[in-house]
């Protein structure tokens, strides 16, 4: 399809939004071709429009060809060895940060059956987004979809494209994205955060060590934040606690998040590869991820069961929205009663949102505490701000997250730094030029989000933890500004259960950072490794000291 010529002129044909289109390409002096702009000669645009309104110009004024694009090397197959060989899938936000050093802020990589173009610059990533169409798409777990498909589960939004995944988001943005659905589980989240911190409270009590008054516990926290995770996540989706921070959790719970973990796992080598042909010869990889996702889903479904017959046995009396009065009856509450999804498709939705709440903002805490643990005087700084919004408002908090910004810059920030999805993925709906690079329609195009936020082009000392660079003062202006955070995606694509994840860590951190001073025993960068999400090679222990 991208096949180009040096020495004689071919015609390659692309597939556009609207059908099929022909590049005309001669050889390397010179390059002509059709875009959704106009037409290109020898890097000059005709037509009536200017270049810069399809990408900047090279100094030379010549729109280079897709195959002059810097890359890893040509054959797929040889880099999957490669990765399998030096552990890349481990370290692949490594990789890119090497690759990127080495060749500029645009390459083209194949790994197996897997073709991209990875971009680091927010003006690059600007272009692309633009580019993205009604329907954006976003590359297809493969493995996922495979395990939908020989188990007959219908699929949620996160594996759909086209008109049939935006009539079901349309649906899910309004229990789970728009500011009434927010108001309705803010409180839920409050309850679950206040819960936490009162559990750790009594746990440095008993085991912790100090004066009288001060007691302080060294521990690492993330096996209480994946229960957190868990806990907060049920609440809201199916509108009821599952007890997990009693003395002695449930097993079932605590095989829920060892199924997550284990799908996360097994996900990134099963993108490299044809996944029914692992399945036809019973591949141990695949056996594993799928027998993850058949946990996950028993899992989901015993919990919406249950949910559901509550919900049959109370539907005389319709539930009251909000914290003032009644009792609001989750996400998947909302979506039965209003009926405009069938069973089935709540059902794959809500497993879905299950599936990807409790690694995806527990390992983000993680990060958060060590963070601020050793960053003393940020701490300070975020705690007198909490203590002052939190004083104004009332026990509203909403109110209290509005008049504390600094706790959404330490997300931000953390997500900078450490992105739980170093990527993200993007199909342009036409040609566009990126870095003076002609990128055909329908190419997988990747920013790279972990390479960016350690970018000194990017960000002013970008090693440096600093939650207040976010705030509108200290925001950058021009090109491509707006898309330096993009750890929830961008646009209509955006993670779905962002507005969930974001309120869930931001009141976490709140109430901790009221309780509790947070320190650290070593303050040595963390070292990462990849799953399908950037976590820590080692957990890191933070030590809490009542305030």
């Not at 040509?74 to 940060?97: A, D, P, Y």
């Not at 996922?144 to 349309?170: C, P, Q, Y």
């Not at 007198?384 to 919004?389: A, C, D, Y």
Request: aromatic share 8%.
């Amino acid at each position: 399809m991208r096949s180009m010529s040096t020495g004689v002129a071919v015609c390659v044909r692309a597939q556009g939004p609207s059908g099929s289109r022909y590049f005309a390409v001669t050889s390397h002096r010179g390059l002509c071709m059709t875009t959704a702009a106009g037409t290109v000669v020898d890097g000059k645009l005709e037509g009536g429009k200017r270049v810069k309104e399809v990408r900047k110009r090279g100094v030379d004024g010549h729109v280079r060809s897709f195959e002059e694009i810097p890359h890893t090397g040509r054959n797929g197959w040889i880099n999957l060895v490669k990765f399998w060989r030096e552990n890349r899938f481990q370290t692949l936000h490594k990789h890119m940060e090497r690759t990127f050093n080495a060749l500029g802020p645009i390459y083209r990589e194949t790994v197996g059956t897997l073709s991209s173009v990875n971009i680091l610059l927010p003006s690059d990533i600007s272009e692309l987004f633009k580019s993205e169409g009604l329907h954006p798409r976003r590359m297809t777990l493969q493995p996922w979809a495979t395990h939908r498909e020989i188990r007959k589960h219908s699929k949620g939004v996160f594996l759909k494209n086209g008109e049939e995944w935006r009539a079901d988001r349309l649906q899910l943005n309004k229990e789970v994205m728009m500011s009434e659905a927010v108001k309705r589980f803010l409180p839920l989240l409050d309850e679950v955060a206040k819960d936490f911190c009162r559990m750790l409270q009594a746990r440095v009590e008993k085991e912790g060590r100090g004066e009288e008054g001060r007691h302080g516990l060294t521990i690492d926290p993330s096996p209480d934040l994946f229960r957190f995770a868990l806990e907060a996540s049920c609440h809201v989706l199916y509108g009821e606690r599952i007890g997990l921070f009693s003395s002695s959790p449930s097993l079932e719970s605590q095989k829920f998040i060892w199924a997550v973990e284990r799908m996360l796992t097994t996900t990134p080598p099963l993108l490299y590869l044809p996944p029914r042909l692992l399945l036809r010869i019973g591949a141990p990889l695949w056996t594993q991820h799928a027998t993850a996702w058949d946990h996950i889903f028993s899992h989901a479904e015993a919990r919406i069961q249950k949910s559901s017959q509550r919900l049959s046995s109370s539907q005389g009396q319709r539930p009251v929205a909000g914290p003032a009065g009644g009792k609001y009856t989750g996400v998947l509450g909302q979506l039965m009663e209003k009926g405009k999804l069938s069973l089935d498709l709540i059902k794959a939705n809500i497993t879905e949102l299950m599936a990807g709440g409790v690694d995806t903002t527990a390992v983000p805490l993680q990060f958060a505490l060590f963070e601020l643990g050793r960053n003393p005087e940020v701490q300070n700084r975020v705690r007198q701000q909490v203590r002052t919004s939190c004083a104004q408002a009332g026990g509203d908090p909403q109110k209290a997250l509005q008049g504390a910004p600094l706790l959404k810059g330490t997300i931000k920030e953390v997500l900078r730094l450490y992105p739980v999805g170093i990527t993200v993925q993007r199909y342009p709906v036409r040609d566009i030029v990126l870095q003076n690079y002609h990128i055909p329609a329908g190419t997988m195009v990747q920013a790279c989000l972990y390479p960016m936020g350690r970018s000194a082009q990017v960000f002013e000392d970008p090693l440096r933890f600093e939650p207040s660079r976010w705030s509108r003062e200290d925001s950058p202006r021009g090109e491509g500004a707006g898309f330096r955070s993009l750890a929830f995606g961008f646009g209509a694509r955006q993670c779905v259960g962002r507005r969930i994840a974001e309120n869930e860590m931001q009141l976490l951190l709140m109430h901790i950072l009221l309780s509790f001073h947070l320190s650290v025993p070593s303050s040595e960068d963390l070292k990462t490794t990849l799953t399908l999400i950037l976590q820590p090679e080692t957990q890191p222990k933070i030590t809490f000291t009542k305030l």
